[in-house]
Nanobody, 126 residues
Framework: QVQLVESGGGLVQAGGSLRLSCAAS????????MGWIRQAPGKERDFVAA????????VYGDSVKGRFTISRDNAKNTVYLQMNSLKPEDTAVYYC???????????????????WGQGTQVTVSS
């Protein structure tokens, strides 16, 4: 099992950018499909993005396509989420997670992820 720690959240104005990082422990990080999931207050968890083990394939939730970019550095055991053109509706706790299956899917639900970090708060002001 992999342990995950997110960082990089904060308060930003609408239209701004943030870069989230997720540091993983363990030598098996490169074997996991990794993802980002978010949860806004009073709402269900929402899939944001996922990336294959090599980083060659990515998939995004409809609400963030064209604005967010997921990437990973297996040498550093880290996955990133670059968030541009942020909107107030992007305000949420963002979680890094490892997928349950090693097969990279074209779509994901939050339930497809097993190991989760503690989350980092992103707040976008209007």
């Amino acid at each position: 099992q992999v342990q995950l720690v997110e960082s990089g959240g904060g308060l930003v104005q609408a239209g701004g950018s943030l870069r989230l990082s997720c540091a993983a422990s363990g030598r098996t990080f490169s074997s996991y499909v990794m993802g980002w999931i978010r949860q806004a207050p009073g709402k269900e968890r929402d899939f944001v993005a996922a990336i294959s083990q090599s980083g060659g394939r990515t998939v995004y939730g409809d609400s963030v396509k064209g604005r967010f970019t997921i990437s990973r550095d297996n040498a550093k055991n880290t996955v990133y989420l670059q968030m541009n053109s942020l909107k107030p509706e992007d305000t949420a706790v963002y979680y890094c997670a490892a997928a349950r299956s090693s097969f990279f899917s074209g779509s994901y639900l939050p339930a497809d992820f097993g190991s989760w970090g503690q989350g980092t708060q992103v707040t976008v002001s209007s």
